[in-house]
């Protein structure tokens, strides 16, 4: 009697041991890819920075290559921040606050469609369409707001500025912020709300009271995963933007961001060579960047989850 | 505006709070007290807004009349006005109410316009690229710079297609599909079912959701890299494959996988906690052992959500263009092998025609094929996106019986 007990138990122990290290590699398997990208990216831009024909270190040059593009990938998403942030947090209320809430769903999955169009095809609308819509707009700029830097220069004739990659930005990183602001406002305390209302708040005085106090972590986090998306995003910038060299003005073609100049170098490069390292280099750049802005916004999120008890 | 839908607890109650006492309605002051006294009539709105309409038609046709100056001449003499009119005949918190309402009604506006303008310029233009006969089954071999110049000048018809792209995208993703959906599918269950919030769950959890914002081109360098390496290390240990370059379909698909496995993770670990806790207390009382639990019972009952969250994470994917552009490279034949030689996908397909037309002085043909291409993946995105609702509500578990 107690053989067959034990024997399937050994076989079903064997099982349960088996499947749990399995789901445990599956787990170590995504940290180690992590860890693999940040090492293969570091070991294969060495060749950018020590170059032994050229008397090893070349560390200046390769930042004299770098902080341009550093700068137009930061100027980019900053447009494309400034005009999408206060939207996507309009969008959010409108859903979660505003909107009859029978429908209240399914215009949240209407902006979901934003986020389903792939960049490719932001790209091209706006190259073909958003671009050339704004080149009167850059000419009345230029006019009149000539004296400041930001709107000197030759205004484009093509609409391919830094400008017209940032508003393509903006609507590639609406829905994220809209989605995570729109989850947290959700969140808020009914009995806050209603609590303000019946002290007699206006819907107004009752969001400015109740909702974003408690939401005001979110709404960071969420611009700041926008902000996240909008560095790394590369080929809306690639087809948009007719890249330059660095420059303040906004409106005339020039500037270049981190991803568009992988994307339209690295076919060309041929393997091995200093080239190639030069835009893996860049690239690891902005992976740290990345990295560092995903790692702030995700630690917001859990540390006030932890107090907020919303979950 | 001011009538908002839902009344205020305070406009409903009256100042006096009990409604039984207040309001007299005798016939000679028809319930215009305190309650209504400040609020505005309720057709006004829409009375401003044809006003509004009106004067920024006129305004817009001053400077030539376009569509953009029409909608913000009238936006703002709208918001503008209906403050005035509420903070006049109100007073000033009424009126900031209103205008933040018509300021979340316009952003909501703002957001649906490029939507709208994106859809109808990518079907406008791409419908009759995709009429031409042949797009869908023929690949860009044998179409020169000398074809398109030929259907621009001569009035051939615009030949050339995407069967390659579709090909390659088919198969880079469907590989991408299977490297990724076990590994999330068994993270995740480590994640619910095994991890007791040690420090190594929380970190899974926490790189997870950092993994999700890694800029795709990264995710192609590595794989681009990491491929490098291995084929390079592959063949220093068994002496095959000595001249291989480590463009291939398997390595994009290894990119995208990069980047599928944290949504998989993600949507898959939400899943499978909320599955009830009863299913599978139900499950080991009857002597079943926790791995069979979870492949059949928790697995089961979570797998409509799994199915479409993968779903979602194809839809994602099958996009990318940047990961797909430094591994695989493109080419202007159908190619089904993922091991050997370069392939091109759908959207690489769409850059390349738009960036490096195949006839440069000619681009209309490339610019027709590229946008009726784009027409084509915005199809399969967003039906891939119906898709993974219908999953989701289609196949739910049976919420009735308990």
């Known amino acids: 009697m107690t053989s067959s007990l034990t024997q399937s138990d050994k076989r079903g122990v064997a099982g349960d041991r088996v499947f749990s290290a399995l789901t445990l590699s599956a787990g170590v398997l995504i940290l180690l890819t992590l860890a693999f990208v940040a090492l293969f990216l570091t070991v294969n831009s060495r060749d950018a920075v020590y170059q032994e024909d050229q008397g090893g270190w070349i560390l200046t040059a390769f930042l004299d290559y770098a902080y341009p593009l550093v700068i137009g990938t930061l100027i980019a998403s900053f447009i494309a921040l400034i ?30 469609l934003l986020a389903a169009i792939p960049s490719v095809v932001y790209g091209a609308w706006g190259m073909s369409f958003l671009g050339p819509a704004l080149i009167p707009v850059y000419g009345w700029l230029h006019e009149n707001l000539g004296f400041i830097p930001l709107f000197a220069g030759d205004p484009s004739q093509t609409g391919r500025t830094i400008f017209t990659a940032g508003v393509v930005l903006g609507v590639m990183i609406l829905p994220i912020i809209t989605s995570v602001c729109r989850e947290i406002f959700i ?35 969420g611009i700041m995963l926008g902000l996240g998306r909008a560095l790394g995003e590369t080929m809306a910038v690639a087809l948009v933007l007719s890249p330059g060299m660095l420059t303040a003005s906004l409106i005339s073609s020039g500037n270049s961001t981190i991803p568009a100049e992988i994307a339209l170098g690295f076919p060309e490069a041929p393997p091995g060579s200093e080239r190639q390292a030069q835009l893996i280099a860049i690239g690891l750049v902005l992976f740290l960047i990345t990295l560092l802005v995903n790692m702030t916004a995700r630690w917001i999120v859990s540390r006030h989850k932890e107090f907020s008890g919303a979950n | 505006m001011t009538q908002t839908p839902t009344p205020t607890p305070a406009s409903v109650q009256g100042p006096s709070g009990a409604p039984g006492l207040s309001e007299p309605t005798s016939n000679g002051v028809p319930r215009r007290s305190s309650l209504t006294q400040n609020t505005l009539p309720s057709w006004l709105w829409i009375v401003m807004l044809g006003g509004s309409v009106i004067l920024g038609a006129a305004l817009s046709a001053l400077l030539g009349f376009n569509l953009a100056t029409f909608f913000i001449f009238t936006a703002v003499i709208y918001v503008i006005s209906s403050y005035i009119v509420t903070r006049t005949r109100v007073n000033r918190r009424r009126a900031t109410d209103g ?87 068994l993270a995740s269950i480590y994640l619910v079912e095994y991890a007791k919030g040690g420090p190594l769950s929380r970190a899974i959890t926490f790189f997870v959701d950092v993994m999700t914002g890694i800029p795709s081109i990264v995710a192609g360098l590595f794989a681009g890299a990491a491929m490098a390496w291995f084929l390079s290390v592959f063949s220093g240990v068994t002496g095959l494959l000595t001249t291989q370059r480590s463009t291939l379909g398997i390595t994009a698909a290894i990119a995208l996988s990069v980047l599928m496995v944290p949504v998989v993770v993600r949507t898959t670990e939400e899943m499978l906690r909320v599955v009830p806790n009863e299913l599978r207390e139900a499950s080991y009382a009857l002597g079943v052992r926790k791995w069979r639990t979870i492949l059949k019972v928790v697995l089961p009952t979570a797998i409509s959500g799994i199915a479409s969250g993968v779903t979602l994470a194809i839809a994602r ?70 898709f993974a609702r219908l999953i989701a509500k289609l196949f739910a578990p049976k919420q009735a019986g308990r």
């Open chain 1, 83 to 112: 005009l999408a942030a206060p939207i996507a947090v309009g969008v959010a209320l409108y859903i979660s606050h505003y909107a009859p809430p029978r429908f209240s769903k399914s215009i949240g999955y209407v902006i979901d």
């Open chain 1, 187 to 221: 969140q808020t305390p009914k009995l806050h709300e209603e609590a303000a209302l019946a002290l007699g708040a206006t819907r107004w005085e009752m969001i400015k009271m109740s909702v974003f106090p408690f939401a005001r972590a979110g709404i960071i986090s």
């Open chain 2, 99 to 185: 205008l933040w309402t018509n300021l979340v009604y316009l952003a909501f506006l703002i957001a649906l316009m490029p939507l709208v303008s994106v859809i109808w310029s990518v079907a406008s233009v791409g419908i009759p690229g995709l009429m031409t006969p042949g797009f869908m089954v023929s690949d860009m071999q044998g179409i020169t710079g000398l074809v398109d110049q030929a259907s621009q000048t001569e009035g051939a018809p615009v030949l050339g297609g995407i069967a390659h792209a579709l090909i390659g995208s088919l198969l880079i993703t469907l590989a991408a599909t299977a490297i990724s959906v076990p590994i999330g599918l």
């Open chain 2, 317 to 386: 994917v099958i996009g990318e263009t940047a990961p797909i552009l430094v591994t695989a490279g493109f080419v202007v034949n159908t190619n089904w092998n993922l091991f050997q030689g370069w392939m091109t996908a759908l959207p690489v397909y769409i850059f390349r025609q738009f960036q490096n037309p195949t006839s440069p002085n000619f681009s209309d043909p490339s610019e027709q094929r590229a946008w009726a291409a784009a027409l084509v993946l915005i199809l399969i995105v967003m039906g891939l996106n119906l």
